[in-house]
């Protein structure tokens, strides 16, 4: 019988926008430092608004190992990715009823961070159902999520470009309300398209052939060797990977401790490369996060080339991007006048931290389920754990931005 084939490459595409569509809503939230900054200036949001997403979404994570099961799984993305559409256009909206109603700046903070917390749990679902359904597919195609995840970052950071004005380096806060409606308004769009194309995926002959294949199987996917999946000891598995483990979890810890919190307080040099430009100076923080999408891209990507670090020095080079935390720290003080005013080092910084935190928070991932000590049934539950360890690692570097900044200011 001929091989069913992907068509014009049709499913491979769904998947990659699957992918974009994940991690976009904490995209959408990160990128647009300026427009924060300027409509909560009193408020650190590019601290809280990562932390409430970032806890949001490790908590459904706890909560959907036991109950995520229970809803099926077109049904679940489609339903979320329609919570995370919603979302993306209240945000921007919340500053037009604030203007007609009065509204103080505090309960305009607590719905933003309320619709930012749902997305944090979308997010949640969304990622573990996406990889069920790419589970029944060739291991390329989780490539192609996973590849959508760095995507979307690029992606997002392109738009926010696009929407702004170089032409206007002080833009008025109606103008930067504008452009955000813009801008967010996009992204709801490509939300919307990953919800057509998760409503038409079972419909594609690849897609079916592949869910067929699966049917077959599913009677043994429950026991192997006679041990019961649900059963198997979890800190056994653990301690067969916690090398990688560990090290996913110290990669992210480091870089969100940075990102995008300490960083977006570093300030442009002044005489520097932003004054020289036609770029205006309130794009910096924008193209930093824009250095670090693009950067963590294409560390995430190089694995597909090289793994010329082996799973047993993985730790090396994860302990030596600790020295990151003292760079990022002495750009951001003393308050005003830090020890390192370079624009380049502090674009070269955040391209070499992103670059590292792509490739060696992949590896780790690549390399714990892979482990030759763990036997065939325990891979999925490897996968699982290092998962959780790399948004364990999220959460910590979330917290421990926080802790930074009350140490370097004083207040949180």
């Not at 014009?8 to 990128?31: D, M, R």
């Not at 080092?345 to 590292?356: C, D, E, F, G, P």
Request: a positive charge.
């Amino acid at each position: 019988m001929e091989p069913v084939r992907d068509k014009g490459y049709f499913v491979w595409i769904i998947c990659l926008f699957l992918g974009i569509g994940i991690l976009l809503p904490f995209n959408a939230i990160i990128t647009p430092v300026y427009y924060w900054l300027a409509i909560f200036p009193d408020f650190k949001f590019m601290l809280w608004g990562p932390l409430i997403f970032n806890y949001c979404n490790i908590t459904t994570m706890l909560f959907s190992t036991k109950f995520g099961d229970k809803i099926p799984t077109k049904a679940a993305v489609i339903l979320f990715f329609a919570i995370d559409l919603i979302m993306l256009a209240i945000i921007p909206m919340i500053r037009k009823v604030k203007s007609i109603i009065t509204l103080d700046t505090t309960p305009e903070i607590i719905i933003t961070l309320v619709c930012i917390g749902f997305c944090g749990v979308s997010t949640a679902i969304l990622f573990s159902k996406v990889m069920a359904i790419t589970a029944r597919l060739p291991p390329n195609y989780t490539g192609a999520v996973m590849m959508g995840n760095g995507v979307g970052g690029i992606l997002v950071t392109i738009i926010l470009l696009a929407s702004s004005d170089f032409s206007n380096k002080e833009q008025t806060i109606a103008q930067m309300e504008l452009k955000a409606a813009i801008f967010f308004g996009v992204g709801a769009g490509l939300v919307l398209v990953c919800i057509i194309f998760t409503a038409i995926l079972d419909k594609l002959s690849f897609y079916q052939h592949h869910q067929q294949d699966n049917e077959e199987i599913k009677p043994l996917m429950n026991t192997f060797e006679g041990e019961v999946i649900n059963k198997i000891n979890r800190i056994k598995i653990f301690k067969k990977i916690w090398v990688q483990g560990v090290s996913v979890f110290l990669v992210f810890a480091v870089t969100l401790s940075i990102f995008p919190g300490l960083s977006a307080g570093i300030l442009p040099e002044t005489g520097g490369i932003f004054d020289s430009n036609p770029v205006p100076s309130f794009l910096y923080p924008t193209i930093m996060s824009g250095t670090f999408q693009l950067f963590d891209f294409i560390g995430r990507s190089l694995p597909g080339v090289t793994t010329f670090v082996p799973a047993q020095f993985i730790w090396i080079p994860v302990f030596i991007r600790f020295v990151f935390i003292a760079v990022f720290m002495m750009l951001f003080v003393p308050l005003g006048n830090p020890l390192i005013y370079n624009d380049w080092i502090a674009l070269i910084s955040m391209a070499l931290m992103s670059l590292t935190n792509g490739y060696f928070g992949t590896l780790p991932m690549i390399y714990g389920p892979s482990n030759r000590k763990l036997k065939d049934f325990e891979r999925p539950i490897a996968g699982s754990i290092m998962g959780f360890c790399l948004q364990l690692g999220i959460i910590t570097g979330v917290h421990l931005g926080l802790l930074y900044s009350y140490i370097l200011t004083g207040k949180i």
